[in-house]
């Protein structure tokens, strides 16, 4: 099991147009800081087109984060952030990278809990991820098992431990072996931002390694859950474009993608914004 120092833990913060003091994400570690009995490591990764981040509210936290900042004002998306994140947790001998971005609400026990939870020793276990909430409804949006016919269905709250079958689970709060990442080569940069999840945890499956459900949720503000109101018609576009590819691999992934964009034109028939619709058509009938 983990030491309670967790000094075997990078945690790996990605930031886009967002403060760091007033990222949710940050705010729940800070929140949990006088829980800590060890300095954490934070590897901040800024895609903003600017520095956006005041060095000088970083050191009154020093006793509790070291933290290193990187500003990449090109926004390569999150697949940059990890790999860089990657590379040094692997020059730096760690042996668990927490992935998490701006917007999600840890609980002050979440990374006791994990520490509590993850045993390095257990190579076939390669990743421990909680269960996430919808902040606002508080409905349960990762982990989704992925069954036979290629089809989501939600996990329910009584789902925890060990599992071996197909499930994706958004990056957000996941906890991911270094040695695993190592062994895949790092995260593919053939999905720079969306979809990314969906790869690790389909290369995870097909690996025939293991994720551990923890026993504990945590609230995250999934910007894609009303496409309209937050997602641009660019970064949809892209979304678009990570979909198509992931699921062009096999004629089953065609088949379910095909019916996922059919689902999706029924609710976007509704939409005062029609480029959406269109949008949706050009890639159903590719």
């Not at 998490?100 to 990374?111: G, H, I, R």
């Not at 939600?154 to 994706?168: C, E, F, P, Q, T």
């Not at 997602?231 to 088949?255: A, C, D, G, H, P």
């Amino acid at each position: 099991m983990l030491t309670t120092q967790d000094t075997n833990i990078l945690i790996v913060l990605v930031l886009y147009n967002e403060l760091l003091e007033n990222s949710e994400t940050f705010k729940s570690l800070l929140e949990s800081s006088t829980h800590f009995n060890s300095k954490k490591t934070i590897l901040v990764y800024d895609n903003s087109s600017s520095i956006r981040v005041d060095l000088s509210f970083l050191k009154k936290y020093k006793t509790f984060f070291e933290v290193e900042y990187i500003s990449d004002y090109t926004n390569p998306g999150i697949c940059s952030a990890y790999n860089y994140a990657l590379s040094k947790a692997r020059n730096d001998n760690y042996t668990w990278l927490l992935l998490l971005d701006q917007d999600t609400k840890l609980p002050v026990n979440y990374l006791q809990t994990l520490m509590k939870t993850s045993d390095a020793s257990n190579t076939s276990i390669v990743g421990y991820i909680p269960r996430v909430l919808q902040d606002i409804n508080e409905t349960i949006i990762s982990p989704f098992k992925i069954n036979s016919y290629g089809i989501m269905k939600k996990l329910s709250k009584k789902v925890r431990g060990r599992v071996d079958y197909n499930i994706i689970a958004i990056n957000s709060g996941a906890l991911i072996s270094v040695d695993f990442l190592s062994e895949i080569g790092g995260f593919s940069i053939d999905y720079p931002l969306d979809m990314l999840d969906f790869w690790l945890f389909t290369t995870i499956y097909e690996k025939k390694k293991s994720i551990f459900i923890v026993d504990i949720n945590i609230k995250h503000d999934l910007s894609v859950a009303n496409f309209e109101n937050n997602v641009s018609l660019s970064r949809y576009e892209s979304i678009l474009s990570s979909e198509n590819q992931f699921y062009s691999s096999t004629k089953k992934r065609k088949y379910i993608h095909k019916l996922r964009l059919i689902k999706r034109l029924i609710k976007q028939i509704k939409y005062t914004n029609k480029a959406y619709f269109n949008k949706t058509i050009k890639y159903l009938i590719k």
